[in-house]
């Protein structure tokens, strides 16, 4: 079991004294009840600080998607403590999670999720209006190396600029957390390395907690540190004193 000290994050990332984004501790979620109960988190320990980039790894069925899916306010726990900048997050009702998930959070998927009838620039717009202090879908499509290509539609898209647009989409409302679930998991590994670069240059350029979902643990060298669950538990937590450029990732 991970220590204390073990999930704080290294200097190169940020110290230890700040406040953190998200607070963990005992956190579990089991499903069902009696026999047929099934234990997806066991009791996970740690702390997430704004401007990481965490990558989670395991086999399927460790807990990650479950994990992220709590991070994220999509789901409740079975308990323990679930703070969001000192929030009980866990405890919060459902309008209260709403308004958590729209403007604190961009979420990005293995499935795209795009709207076939609406330009790359249009589909980006719909989450710009509804977001409290948004940047313009323009401006969003750029940071994503799409400027090019906002306009458009998704079918006139590879796959990989498809993602890009889903993680512009994400991103278009400044969230302080972008919560990734396995978004290279549909690419080849070129397109998935251009989908990673855009994700890093997320990261780096708007300063926002970064969690990414995968099973490729090369892609792991890219992240600040890795978290390894395994039957619900966090059994390991590693600290990457360089995290490698993508383009350098031995795939």
């Not at 889903?166 to 919560?179: G, H, M, N, T, Y």
């Amino acid at each position: 079991m991970p220590t204390a000290e073990s999930v704080t994050p290294t200097s190169d990332t940020v110290t230890a004294e700040l406040e953190p984004v998200f607070h963990v501790c005992g956190l579990a979620r089991i499903y069902g009840e009696g026999e047929a109960a099934v234990t997806a988190l066991a009791g996970v320990d740690f702390d997430l600080f704004a401007g990481e980039l965490i990558v989670l790894l395991g086999a399927s069925g460790s807990g990650k998607s479950t994990l992220l899916n709590q991070l994220g306010g999509l789901d409740s726990p079975t308990r323990g403590t679930l703070h969001y900048r000192g929030w009980d997050l866990g405890g919060a009702d459902e309008p209260g999670l709403t308004q958590f998930r729209r403007n604190a959070v961009g979420f990005v998927f293995q499935a795209y999720n795009l709207i076939p009838s609406l330009t790359a620039r249009e589909n980006v717009a719909l989450i710009a209006e509804i977001a409290r202090d948004p940047m313009t879908p323009e401006e969003a499509l750029h940071l994503v190396g799409l400027g090019e290509r906002m306009d458009h539609f998704p079918a006139q898209l590879s796959g990989g600029e498809q993602q890009r647009v889903a993680i512009a989409r994400a991103i278009a409302k400044r969230p302080e957390v972008l919560l990734c679930d396995e978004p290279t998991g549909a690419l080849d590994v070129r397109t998935g390395i251009t989908v990673l670069e855009a994700i890093e240059h997320i990261n780096r350029e708007l300063g926002t907690l970064s969690v990414i979902i995968t099973h490729n643990a090369i892609i792991a060298d890219m992240a600040g540190r890795v978290f390894t669950l395994s039957d619900g538990r966090l059994v390991n937590v590693r600290a990457n004193t360089h995290r490698a450029p993508v383009r350098t990732l031995a795939w």
